[in-house]
Nanobody, 126 residues
Framework: EVQLVESGGGLVQAGGSLRLSCAAS????????IGWFRQVPGKEREGVSC????????SYADSVKGRFTISTDNAKNTVYLQMDSLKPEDTAVYYC???????????????????WGQGTLVTVSS
């Protein structure tokens, strides 16, 4: 069973930075599509950034391009989300996801067959 554990959330002022981590166990990281998603209460969960752990292909939501950077440490089975120039609208619970089937179909982002972490809260004050 895939286990994903996020950490690194917290309270930060607008313009500040945070780095989220997601440690994965029981999987071969290289085989998975990995992604960060976020959700605000009452709203749909949205994709933030994804990476194909095998070849490093990444993608970003328009709202975070140029501010967020996704990266992986395959030796540690950990994916990071470096978040800079944070804005109040970035406030959300951030989740990481891993999807073996999506990767097998050549997808960069996790899909409906993804496993999810428990989430970590990021709060950006104005």
């Amino acid at each position: 069973e895939v286990q994903l554990v996020e950490s690194g959330g917290g309270l930060v002022q607008a313009g500040g930075s945070l780095r989220l981590s997601c440690a994965a166990s029981a999987i071969n990281f290289d085989d998975y599509a990995i992604g960060w998603f976020r959700q605000v209460p009452g709203k749909e969960r949205e994709g933030v950034s994804c990476i194909s752990s095998g070849d490093g292909t990444s993608s970003y939501a328009d709202s975070v391009k140029g501010r967020f950077t996704i990266s992986t440490d395959n030796a540690k089975n950990t994916v990071y989300l470096q978040m800079d120039s944070l804005k109040p609208e970035d406030t959300a619970v951030y989740y990481c996801a891993a999807d073996l089937i999506a990767a097998q179909f050549g997808e960069t982002c996790p899909g409906k067959s993804a496993s999810w972490g428990q989430g970590t809260l990021v709060t950006v004050s104005s």
